[in-house]
Structure formats: structure tokens, C-alpha cells
């Protein structure tokens, strides 16, 4: 194998010295980024610029430094980093996130709470990734304030008056839309002890209930 010395270099470099092609490059400059390109072997702008992927078109990247968190799995779009439990048979969260490792943590139990004013507003809606026709009645003390009320996307907020004490709100699901269980999310106003936001997960027919006790 002959050797290379340093004279054989420097004739190298030196022979068509300040050549330059139609790009302004040197084409005896043996690091020139033009010549790479030709070759396939370099590509800066790959270098430059990180690759993001949301396969699953939840709104997070797989990949780091893409600007949102990094989704644990880019193939479910019911998992996503803080995703709200859906009651679905599966953990809905990502590392790191409360809830992360339980499945379906609270789900079907409403939990009851302590709120510190007798009139409060209640926000019920469909908080999973499909509006899919879930049917209920919603019930304070007894009497009706939604009957046969859709849930959807669009949170639905319902003023309340309640008596001093203990108040009860039941759900009773309708059925079970398209996708089942009866599944939705409920957030009250005014909470001074226990979970502001809760969710369920009924079967058609089925009922839950919870003590909204008004302390002043």
C-alpha cells in the first residue's frame, strides 16, 4: 500500500488552487460540504432540525425538543402526557403525571365533597376522545336538573342552590353510547375539601351518587 506524505498532499490541495464550481465552492477542498451533499453522505439541514412525528395526532411528540412533552405512546391517542382518566381499561397518563400506573384511577365513583356556599355551578361534559352519545339524567336532592341531557365535547354549566348540609347529586346513565360505559368528567365550584373534578363510569341503568355538604 503506498504511503501518503506530506508533499503528495500538499500537491493536492495546491493543484487547481481557488477552482470553484457553479455553487462558488471549492472543489478541491476535500470538506466541503457541497461535495457531501453530492455524495448523499451529508445533509445539514438533518443535523439542524429534530425530526417530529405524532402518529397518533394527539398534539405530542415522541421526540424530544419537538416543544410539547414527550408522549409515551405515540400510537393510542388516549395516552397522552397529563391526558384526563377516561375509564377505559388502561392507564391514560405518561410518566411522571399524577395518576400515572393506576388504571382508571377514580372511575365510577363520585367522591363527596365539602363547598362553602350554597349556590355553586356545576361543568359536566364528555372528556374523552370521542363523543360517542352517552345519555344521563342528573339529579340534585331528588329532583331533576338535566333529563335525558347528551353530553358532549362542550361543557355544559349548570347553576345549583343547595340546602345547608348535606345535598345529594346522583347520575343515572341512560345508557352507554357507542362506545361503552357511560363515561363523563363533572367539576364543581366552591370546593373547600375533596375533588373539584371527578369522573364516572356507569352502565345503562346503572346509578351514582355523591354528598355535596354546604359549610359556611
Known sequence: ???????????????????????????NDPWSSDKFTELGDFHPEECRTPICRDSDQDGYYAQSSCGTSIDCNDSDPDISPNHAEICDDKDNQCPGNTGYGIIDEGCGNLVNIVVNSNNIS???????????????????????????????????????????????????????????????????????????????????????????????
Open 1 to 27: 500500500m503506498p504511503h501518503t506524505t506530506f508533499s503528495s498532499l500538499q500537491s493536492v490541495f495546491s493543484s487547481g488552487k481557488d477552482k470553484k464550481n457553479n455553487h462558488g465552492v471549492d472543489e
Open 122 to 216: 356545576i361543568n359536566i361534559w364528555d372528556c374523552g376522545n370521542l363523543e360517542d352519545g352517552d345519555q344521563i339524567d342528573l339529579l340534585v336532592n331528588g329532583s331533576y336538573i338535566r333529563e335525558n341531557f347528551i353530553l358532549s365535547f362542550t361543557k355544559e354549566i349548570i347553576n345549583i342552590t343547595l340546602n345547608d348540609g348535606a345535598n345529594t347529586l346522583s347520575v343515572h346513565a341512560d345508557n352507554e353510547g357507542t362506545n361503552p360505559p357511560n363515561t363523563a368528567c363533572l367539576e364543581i365550584s366552591n370546593v373547600t375539601n375533596g375533588e373539584a373534578l371527578q369522573n364516572w363510569a356507569l352502565y345503562q341503568g346503572t346509578d351514582n351518587s355523591m354528598y355535596i355538604t354546604v359549610q359556611h
